[in-house]
């Protein structure tokens, strides 16, 4: 039995988009140990999964941190394969600090290197399965969620949800009018649908907008898991926010999906997998309620 280790940080989205990676490195080592290197927010996900046979917490430490960056060394040693998923200027750093082990990713002198040079104009799907492919791993077919899809509470059906939070930066370019996601879930709630908001706790002021607008509509926000997420895609007939974590994980989950996009978020590279319909704006202030709503069920 081999000592395989996955590396995957990064946020929500990107681990989410890595499902098919970590599905197909499984079944390749299928008789070995698998143990993934992730952070915190994706511990449990991974370890619920039947992906990993460990899960380890990278706390990122600064270099100048000796003692965790020793113990990060420790954690990186002693694997006989690793495929580095993040192949970041950091995790490539790692290469060097697990000793030069057989590695695939992008470090410099690695013995499986993703040498392709349009990578960075790669989705992150094809991207992988481009990297796993000259590592030995053809098949990156759509995983097993079923294990994700019982997750969560059970809600009277139908409901649609709602994911108004995504990155602050660029001046909120990224983010959706909260007035207009207010708009959206009366439009829902009109048509028979319950609104449903998810988000973590820094989304609950704009919760309450729009409950206050809306009070047909259920206030998830801060109350669910990752895994709690996947399962409520998986039973919900629409899901509509930005470039976001929960986003992503509906769309892998077979939700039908309304994905908003800023000029700061490239579909090319990033874009949801599964039933998407995006919208696309310079600024999503400038994206107006009417085109959101000619998508929504009913229309």
């Not at 077979?254 to 998407?276: E, K, T």
Request: include cysteine.
């Amino acid at each position: 039995m081999r000592r395989i280790l996955v590396i995957r940080l990064g946020a929500m989205g990107d681990f989410a988009l890595s499902f098919r990676a970590f599905a197909a490195i499984r079944a390749h080592h299928a008789t070995d140990q698998v143990t993934l290197l992730t952070t915190a927010p994706f511990v449990s996900l991974a370890l619920d999964s039947p992906w990993f046979d460990r899960v380890m917490t990278d706390t990122r430490p600064s270099w100048f941190d000796l003692p965790h960056v020793l113990h990060l060394r420790r954690q990186l040693r002693g694997y006989d394969f690793t495929y580095d998923l993040q192949t970041s200027t950091r995790s490539s750093r790692y290469f060097w600090l697990a000793g030069r082990p057989p590695w695939s990713g992008i470090a410099r002198g690695c013995s499986h290197p993703h040498a392709n040079p349009n990578r960075n104009h790669l989705h992150t799907v094809e991207r992988q399965r481009d990297q796993l492919a000259a590592a030995g791993i053809h098949d990156l077919a759509r995983p097993d969620l079923s294990w994700l899809a019982a997750r969560g509470p059970t809600l009277p059906a139908p409901y649609a949800l709602l994911v108004p939070g995504t990155s602050p930066t660029h001046g909120g370019a990224k983010r959706w009018p909260i007035s207009r996601f207010a708009e959206t879930a009366r439009l829902l709630a009109a048509r028979g649908m319950m609104p449903v908001i998810l988000g973590g706790h820094g989304d609950k002021e704009a919760a309450t907008a729009i409950c206050a607008a809306c009070p047909d509509a259920m206030d998830l926000t801060g109350k669910t898991s990752i895994q709690d997420v996947a399962g409520l895609a998986s039973r919900a007939a629409l899901a509509i926010g930005g470039d976001t974590g929960p986003i992503h994980l509906a769309a892998l989950m077979g939700c039908r999906v309304v994905a908003l996009y800023s000029r700061f978020s490239d579909p090319a590279l990033s874009a949801p997998v599964g039933n998407v319909r995006l919208l696309q704006a310079a600024a999503l202030a400038d994206l107006s309620l009417e085109k959101v709503a000619a998508l929504l069920p009913g229309q």
